[in-house]
């Protein structure tokens, strides 16, 4: 009798264990993919209330899996809080999407339109908690902010032996919501000479022209002093797309305004080859990105936080460039491995530029001297 008992209670500990270390015991919904939207996002046809079934909230991770694919995703408010280039879930518009943040989503997965997906709570994500402003988002109220160009995301390009105020960065003088209006009066009392748009293509910016003929943007546009072409987010995916902004920049005259959406990923990767070009160092081309997280999260410098998101947001941007060998996939680098080095902005950019995205020496150096003076 007493062997019977050990071996059943012993049978009953082995069946715990493994019921608490199988994650396919863990709750699940399924979705299915419904189609393929804006940057290649995977649109699903559940709801926000769908995750309480399974008790995920804004932060989790959420472990995805689809016949022989499984990762992880954080679930997140909007666009905010997400790591580069790992995978999320949000919801914008009323619809659920998931993709790759600053990846080229089908590039990353096998995953389709028709497929089914089961979705499971798998713990809070490790940076969650200490990035409580970064995960919350921004305001879109003017009175939140401490001036008009912080709201903007407005100002001059800084750093190394860069010309000052001769390049300047924003959010969007067309499609930025409530800073819209403000963003355009700003190029307009700024005296901005020529204007690059990464977000929208001509097409969709004759559109924006026409319905708001009175902006200073608009006015610019039908002067022919606004390139537009729409870029994709994942920069590093797109050599040629590279080149097409730094031989466009070397173009224009006057002084420059550059903008995407908000002025914040697209915008400030590229503004920060060109401050690295004229010789920033890396923390001034890292607190220059950062200081967009700051003006529209709260973000403090210094704090834990910010040391938190630059890690996790900019400094993985910057690693690619002087390891381009994960340029395709950057969403399958290890990443907890990843040992940071500072190195010479301009050194790594130029090979960059040279070696990866197949640019002259001699158009590279013609963009240094524009940055700094020289022509």
């Not at 903007?152 to 499609?175: E, H, K, Q, T």
């Not at 994960?326 to 010479?344: G, I, L, T």
Request: contains cysteine; hydrophobic residues 35%.
């Amino acid at each position: 009798m007493v062997v019977i008992v050990t071996v059943a209670i012993a049978a009953i500990v082995a069946c715990l264990a493994i019921y608490a270390n199988n994650g396919d015991d863990k709750p699940t919904i399924t979705a299915s993919v419904t189609n393929i939207g804006s940057y290649e996002n995977l649109y699903l046809d559940i709801s926000i209330e769908d995750f309480e079934k399974i008790k995920a909230t804004i932060g989790d991770d959420i472990r995805v899996k689809c016949e022989n694919e499984s990762f992880t995703a954080i679930l997140c408010n909007e666009f905010n809080g997400i790591p580069s280039y790992e995978a999320f879930i949000t919801f914008t518009e009323g619809q659920c999407c998931l993709g790759y943040f600053n990846c080229y989503t089908l590039e990353s997965t096998d995953i389709d339109v028709g497929d089914v997906l089961t979705l499971s709570r798998e713990g809070r994500n490790q940076y969650v908690d200490k990035m409580p402003n970064y995960i919350n988002g921004y305001s879109e109220i003017l009175d939140d902010y401490d001036s008009i160009e912080d709201f903007c995301n407005f100002r001059a390009l800084s750093g190394g032996n860069l010309v000052s105020d001769s390049i300047y960065r924003s959010a969007s003088p067309w499609s930025s919501g409530t800073r819209t209006a403000y963003t355009d009066d700003l190029y307009r009392t700024y005296e901005i000479d020529y204007l690059m748009c990464l977000n929208m293509d001509d097409e969709r910016a004759k559109h924006f022209a026409e319905g708001f003929p009175d902006a200073y943007v608009s006015q610019m546009y039908n002067e022919g002093k606004v390139l537009c072409r729409e870029l994709h987010p994942s920069t590093h995916s797109y050599p040629e797309e590279c080149k097409f902004f730094i031989e466009s920049f070397l173009e224009a005259e006057g002084k420059i305004g550059i903008f995407c959406s908000l002025g914040k990923d697209r915008t400030g990767v590229y503004c920060g080859i060109l401050e690295g070009l004229a010789g920033a160092t890396y923390d001034e081309v890292r607190d220059d990105f950062m200081l967009t997280i700051c003006n529209y999260y709260g973000v403090e410098k210094g704090s834990e936080e910010y040391y938190v998101v630059a890690e996790i947001l900019i400094d993985r941007i910057l690693y690619l460039f002087e390891h381009t060998e994960y340029a395709a996939h950057p969403e399958k680098v290890d990443w907890s491995k990843v040992e940071y080095v500072k190195y010479d902005p301009e050194e790594v950019f130029t090979k960059y530029l040279v070696d990866f995205v197949g640019m002259e020496n001699e158009t590279v150096q013609k963009v240094k001297d524009k940055l700094t003076g020289n022509i």
